[in-house]
T-cell receptor, first 107, second 117 residues
Framework: DAKTTQPPSMDCAEGRAANLPCNHSTISGNEYVYWYRQIHSQGPQYIIHGLKNNETNEMASLIITEDRKSSTLILPHATLRDTAVYYCIVRVAGRLFGTGTSLTVIP | NAGVMQNPRHLVRRRGQEARLRCSPMKGHSHVYWYRQLPEEGLKFMVYLQKENIIDESGMPKERFSAEFPKEGPSILRIQQVVRGDSAAYFC???????????????FGPGTRLTVL
């Protein structure tokens, strides 16, 4: 399985867009990129996934580079409730989640 | 449609006792995954099961830990002769049958917090 690299922590002002980067340079051609988040020791929550094209849902947008070696999760208007650890994962199927990015939304 | 359910939510055991953690997947989901999260650490995969089959147990400790997903009833993660190092949050996730390309979004339960005294 491809590994991912994320910054350990980020801050974002409330109401601004939060852009969370992820590198996955060893991703295979048929592997999806998934994003989950974990709010303060709750069960992880699915956010979004994508293969090649950019994706958007009610929670976030996912921008995947053309070479698929990196992606960015965008929370368009961050709120205090978006403070969480965000995990970027390639090929979920029961694999190590890693340590993710701890996002703190600041009032 | 109820989400993934786990019970108990909190479990306290003394060293040497057995811990049984239960997970009921979402309706229609036939795949169950167990993860462990030690304090201040990320999630770590333990085991992946389908009904009556263990698909991948590469993350499971070789001793004292076992998991099952019977034809009827919840999935059970069993820890025998618990030690203090087993204290952690144990999360269960379920997914429907994965489609081609590995599209297998997982839905997580609230977790069971195990404390070993």
């Amino acid at each position: 399985d491809a590994k991912t690299t994320q910054p350990p922590s980020m801050d974002c002002a409330e109401g601004r867009a939060a852009n969370l980067p992820c590198n996955h340079s060893t991703i295979s051609g048929n592997e999806y990129v998934y994003w989950y988040r974990q709010i303060h020791s709750q069960g992880p929550q699915y956010i979004i996934h994508g293969l090649k094209n950019n994706e958007t849902n009610e929670m976030a947008s996912l921008i995947i580079t053309e070479d698929r070696k990196s992606s960015t999760l965008i929370l368009p208007h961050a709120t205090l409730r978006d403070t969480a650890v965000y995990y970027c994962i390639v090929r979920v199927a029961g694999r190590l989640f890693g340590t993710g990015t701890s996002l703190t939304v600041i009032p | 449609n109820a989400g993934v359910m786990q019970n108990p939510r909190h479990l306290v055991r003394r060293r040497g006792q057995e811990a049984r953690l239960r997970c009921s997947p979402m309706k229609g989901h036939s795949h169950v995954y167990w993860y462990r999260q030690l304090p201040e650490e990320g999630l770590k995969f333990m085991v992946y099961l389908q009904k009556e089959n263990i698909i991948d147990e590469s993350g499971m400790p070789k001793e004292r830990f076992s998991a099952e997903f019977p034809k009827e009833g919840p999935s059970i993660l069993r820890i025998q002769q618990v030690v203090r190092g087993d204290s952690a949050a144990y999360f269960c996730a379920s997914s429907p049958l994965p489609s081609a390309g590995g599209l297998d979004t997982q839905y997580f339960g609230p977790g069971t917090r195990l404390t070993v005294l």
